[in-house]
């Protein structure tokens, strides 16, 4: 035998083994395909409607979707009122995580926010007690730390000349009662007449400092000066230099800062399990210093506003570190009684009331409505709905909602008000398909008859109606607007 033969021999081998791979390939990936039997498909809008064959639903004309054997879902079987099925293949891909519920009881770390605030008592306003000009200011504008006694400004008013006339004609008229000491009835009296003057130049607004200094230099003064009260910082100014002013005019607000208070924000009855003198950890972020605080002992009182309760704090303020109206992050350590306990995202809230999925069969999910409690860090406390056991929607319970109003399942069917069937999504005229809100406002698949307009799921839907409007509208619209299943089987 030639080399040659043998040659053609070899490739004559080489293209029958790739033919014979080539055309087994197939086969045996039909083969493993076919080993996945469809069992029948499905319209994806109305899952109870079946069909032996692919195609296209007969009232939407969307493409129908097969069931595989070992896929089966639910939804093929009548379903109770606001439930929803979803595969285990589909919970998987979709993230939602099924947890069972049981009560839990113990320490919690809470975090919230808080607004910082002075003390009512630690606040106090300059106010003029009659009409004047300002003379000068001091450079201390609103955030300026002040000492006691400090001068802040000077004013006039003419008001303050007879009462130092008075005041330092009391004074000369002591000097001259005392040398005699046999006169002591008189010098009591001009000591109360002293005292009377005194206090009338208080009442008027002159500082203690600038008293004693009168007294001292026993000379009237044409600028009656403004001095801070206390150790502070200044929260408002109110004046300008020059500027007049009427009585009952706010020259100055200084608070004393070294005690604030910090108004937390929570959340329902959350405020019950804060017991008075609890410590709290006080964060604040422009400075990543922390300080303590505790629980006032006044109840939380609701803020119309947000919406939420404010809880009263105490804190001790070195360096004056919190300033009036800085929000900080807070830290409690609360220990809450046994209860029930579930993610904040396991909570629906559908603007008449919170609801949570529960997994009433097998991948059969099932919306109870529920009261929570106290927010105690990422978990809420459910009051009623829910029972130790049962099998809820930790996890993605947003998808589930979704699924739900994709297939035409009302939230909470069976527990829906007179109010929520009133307020229910628009539906198909022809095909009876719940809308959403986009469906519901389009003008794509709109028509108009007899004055009243109407939405349409499809271009099918929306030509079946132009044809025979007076089918699907008035007495007639019970009757011809029947669901698919019903519809299939009619024809079966």
Known sequence: MTKKTIAIGAIALVLIAFTIGRYSRPAATSEHFSQRRILYYVDPMHPSYRSDKPGTAPDCGMALEPVYEGEQSASATPLPAGAVSISSDRQQLYGIRVDTISKHSGPHIVRTTGRVQAEDNRV??????TEGWVQSLQNTPVGTVVKKNELLGTFYSKEFRNAEQAYLTSLTTLDRLKPGHNLDEAVKGNDANIRINEEQLRSLGMSEPQIRELAKSRETTRDIT?????????????????????????FYRIADLNKVWILADVFGDEGEIYRPGAKVR?????????????????????????????????????????????????????TSPAGILVPQEAILD?????????????????????????????????TSGL?????????????????????????VAAQMTK??????????????MPLNDAQARSTQHEETYHGEKFHFCSDNCQNKFRKDPARYTGPNAAASNTTPDTRSEARR
């Open 387 to 411: 029972s130790a056991g049962d099998r809820y929607v930790a996890s993605g319970s947003f998808l589930v909602d979704s699924e739900s109003r994709l297939r035409g399942t009302p939230l």
């Open 226 to 250: 403004i001095n801070s009260p206390v150790d502070g910082v200044v929260l408002t100014r109110d004046i300008s230099p020059l500027q007049k002013f009427e009585s009952g005019a706010e």
């Open 124 to 129: 106090f306003r300059l106010m003029a007690a």
């Open 350 to 382: 559908t603007g008449m009331g919170k609801t949570v999925y529960v997994e009433a069969a097998e991948g059969v999910f099932v919306a109870h409505a529920v009261k929570v409690g106290a927010t105690l860090g990422s978990m809420v406390a459910i």
């Open 419 to 432: 109010n929520a069937e009133m307020s229910a999504p628009a539906k198909d005229p022809v095909c009876g």
């Open 282 to 334: 006080v964060s604040l972020r422009e400075t990543g210093k922390t300080v303590s605080a505790v629980v006032d002992n006044q109840a939380p009182v609701f803020d119309p506003t947000t919406h939420v309760f404010k809880l009263r704090l105490e804190a001790d303020n070195p360096g004056y570190l919190l300033r009036p109206d800085m929000f900080v992050d807070l830290e409690f350590n609360v």
